[in-house]
Antibody, heavy 123, light 108 residues
Framework: EVQLVESGGGLVQPGGSLRLSCVAS????????MHWVRQAPGKGLEWVSY????????HYADSVKGRFTGSRDNAKNSLYLQINSLRAEDTAVYYC????????????????WGKGTTVAVSS | EIVLTQSPGTLSLSPGERATLSCRAS???????LAWYQQKPGQAPRLLIY???HRATGIPDRFSGSWSGTDFTLTITRLEPEDFAVYYC?????????FGQGTTVEIK
């Protein structure tokens, strides 16, 4: 079964840090680009970051650039998001998601999602 | 940055009715770069449509996507009880991915 399982969320004070993890199973992780997407309580979806299959290319939403760092360990089938200088507005459920492949054409969509891990920023 | 504007914010319909959801892009985008998702309370989003009109694996054919210029439409031909949820469109452009603000389809 294709699966993504996030962990690492929790309650943290403003200015603090967390490292989120996402473990993939049921597919060849090294072949897929990956994303982090978050959802604040009662709000819509917000794309956070992208990482290429090799980890060499990364993109970030302006709202997190300079504070969040995405990485991956293909040997461990794992995706990570280091989040620093946390703010109240970073409070959200953080999902990891797989970028779909529909060769030979290029499409941009997220076809597999984890259940999410919750980050709460409060003093 | 391309902005996606979804309308209406809330759609109140009865089971069996047709739902038409709109997603307007602030500038021209490739149809390959537009996707639709469904999200139910407490659940992760689920991919419905990619490339504006391609149904994802396992998605019933009552779901369809279409477009005209920068206006994209998700149509649910006959609403089933499990279709009442929030729907998001998403696009890619210039190394950024963005979502619309969502449309809630609620039971009338």
């Amino acid at each position: 079964e294709v699966q993504l399982v996030e962990s690492g969320g929790g309650l943290v004070q403003p200015g603090g840090s967390l490292r989120l993890s996402c473990v993939a199973s049921g597919f060849t992780f090294t072949s897929y680009e990956m994303h982090w997407v978050r959802q604040a309580p009662g709000k819509g979806l917000e794309w956070v970051s992208y990482i290429s299959s090799t980890g060499n290319t990364r993109h970030y939403a302006d709202s997190v650039k300079g504070r969040f760092t995405g990485s991956r360990d293909n040997a461990k089938n794992s995706l990570y998001l280091q989040i620093n200088s946390l703010r109240a507005e970073d409070t959200a459920v953080y999902y990891c998601a797989r970028e779909g492949i529909a060769a030979p054409a290029y499409f941009y969509y997220m076809d597999v999602w984890g259940k999410g891990t919750t980050v709460a920023v409060s003093s | 940055e391309i902005v996606l504007t979804q309308s209406p914010g809330t759609l109140s319909l009865s089971p069996g009715e047709r739902a038409t959801l709109s997603c307007r892009a602030s500038q021209s985008i490739s149809t390959n770069y537009l996707a639709w998702y469904q999200q139910k309370p407490g659940q992760a989003p689920r991919l419905l449509i990619y490339g504006a009109s391609h149904r994802a694996t396992g998605i019933p054919d009552r779901f369809s996507g279409s477009w005209s210029g920068t206006d994209f439409t998700l149509t649910i031909t006959r609403l089933e009880p499990e279709d009442f949820a929030v729907y998001y469109c998403q696009q890619y452009g210039s190394s950024l991915w963005t979502f619309g603000q969502g449309t809630t389809v609620e039971i009338k």
